[in-house]
């Protein structure tokens, strides 16, 4: 695996064959890459032909290149948004001085921290889907799954790239590790919760594309606001890619709602028993899917109160999502009202950005859902389907560990532990969600419980033969 050609073999806009100790350190990490995804990848289709989107570049030709690709020679490429001339920092103490192209001695650990935080989930979700294209619902669906799976492996090397190009010695051991470390491994896990679950059926991949992932937007969004340039610039070009991931749960979890609503005409009944007994997931399971991965993925946010996140935005590291659409970039004067188990606290603004960053989350979240609903409604139906509270189920911060319903209202920890799997999928649900679960290969072919997507993927019919088998 010696001697690659870099300029040809790794696409990239970093100048990377006029830096020779970075691209030896690249060169080294690489074969450790392709055994992991040979390892730890999709599982059993390494020698299918994938119709897959490359980027090339940056610009609007080349960001999105579609072609057919064995996996294992998928072109990882390194890409940063171009640079913007006289960028200042947006926020924080130190706004309106020249951002940064180099990372400030005192702020390296922290830096390193966060890089090391995004780029671990990366390779973690390729890892909890590597089974799902035994069971995929259609050569559609498996081609999309094989588009996020290797664009998050891209996500890794834009971490590894930062992690090699900035953080000499130390960036080289963080980036091993990032191969070293398994989601679900009891010994060597992934470093957040929620990347630790599998995903072992399509209906958890989607709530995960759609909860999971917009999480990875917001933070993603985050970063770009900071003021070391070269995170900035890279995660500025990982949101145009994030963007199919989202896409990929809002179609999925409507494809499944509008198929459901079709088979509960079909049979007349909104019975979750007999929806089951046709073949379709029954509204109320689809329900308890949203609450286990959109509480789950709430965690991610971090602490309610957190002293962390009011050093990282002080310092310029890390802003809030569309930080421009503030008025207060500064947040030294301003408190924030915290609802926590012991009431209503008033709170510095600077540490209850977490939840800031949460409540705008959940709002962009509520959007598929008002989507789902008036599909049910239209269709005559009268279930809802709803988010639920941020204090649900939480494992990390003020609601951590509480006895609490999905809307919010405290209970006897007794009645909380009753009626837990009413709220999210008990053994029984995961056993009949995984019975849907077949592989269906034949072109343009869907599986009984989700209905076809609306367009194909770049223009294709959607029965066309986005991944071929041999
Ligand atoms: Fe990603
Ligand atoms: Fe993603």
Redesign the pocket.
């Known amino acids: 695996m010696s001697g690659i050609n870099y300029s040809e073999k790794i696409p990239n806009n970093v100048n990377l064959v006029s830096d020779r100790t970075l691209q030896r350190a690249l060169e080294h990490w690489q074969p450790h890459f392709i055994e992991w995804w040979k390892g730890m990848g999709p599982s059993d289709f390494q020698s299918a032909d994938v119709y897959l989107r490359t980027a090339t570049s940056v610009d609007a030709q080349g960001w999105a290149t579609y072609g057919t690709v064995k996996m294992p020679d998928y072109r990882w490429g390194i890409f940063l948004a171009d640079q913007q001339a006289d960028r200042k920092i947006g926020f924080g103490d130190q706004m309106g001085q020249p951002v940064w192209q180099q990372v400030p001695g005192e702020y390296r650990s922290t830096l390193r921290r966060l890089i090391v935080t995004q780029g671990d989930t990366e390779p973690a ?1 390729v890892e909890q889907q590597r089974l799902l294209g035994h069971t995929c619902p259609s050569l559609y669906d498996l081609r999309n799954l094989f588009q ?1 799976n290797v ?2 492996g891209r ?1 890794l090397w834009a971490m590894v790239y930062l992690l090699h190009a900035y953080f000499g010695r130390d960036g080289r051991e963080e980036a091993e590790e990032l191969l070293a470390r398994h989601s679900g491994d009891a010994d060597k896990p992934r470093i957040l919760t929620t990347f630790n679950e599998p995903i072992s059926d399509w209906l958890s991949l989607f709530c995960f594309t759609y909860f999971t ?1 917009r999480d ?1 937007k917001y933070q993603l969004k985050s970063l770009a606001e900071s003021a070391f340039d070269p995170l900035s610039r890279t995660c500025r070009f990982m949101l145009t890619e ?1 963007a199919h ?1 989202m896409f990929v749960g809002e179609t999925g979890l409507g494809r499944v709602v509008k198929r459901t609503l079709e088979v509960m005409k079909e049979i007349g009944s909104d019975d979750p028993g007999k929806v089951r007994a046709a073949g379709a997931v029954d509204l109320p399971t689809l329900q308890k899917y949203l609450n286990f991965w959109c509480s789950s993925s709430l965690d991610l946010f971090g602490s309610e109160i957190s002293s962390n996140s009011a050093a990282n935005f002080a310092n310029g590291l890390k802003g809030r999502p569309d930080e421009t659409q503030y008025e207060d970039h500064v947040l030294r004067s301003s408190t924030f009202k915290m609802g926590t188990p012991a009431g209503t606290e008033e709170v510095p603004m600077l540490n209850a950005l977490n939840e800031v960053m949460r409540e705008s989350y959940l709002k962009d979240c509520e959007i598929g859902l008002k989507r789902w609903n008036r599909q049910i409604e239209r269709a005559g139906f009268p279930f809802r389907l709803t988010l639920p509270s941020s204090r649900f189920r939480r494992t990390i911060g003020a609601w951590a560990g509480q006895s609490v319903d999905p809307q919010g209202k405290m209970l006897s920890k007794e009645e909380y532990e009753n009626k837990l799997h009413s709220w999210i999928p008990s053994e029984a649900d995961r056993a009949f969600v995984h019975s849907l679960m077949r592989k269906v290969v034949e072109p343009g072919k869907m599986a009984a419980w989700i209905a076809p997507p609306e367009r194909g993927i770049n223009n294709l019919a959607v029965g066309y033969e986005y991944v071929k088998l041999h």
Do not use: A, P
């Open positions: 979700s996020i664009e998050e996500h992932d990875g994030e991931h």
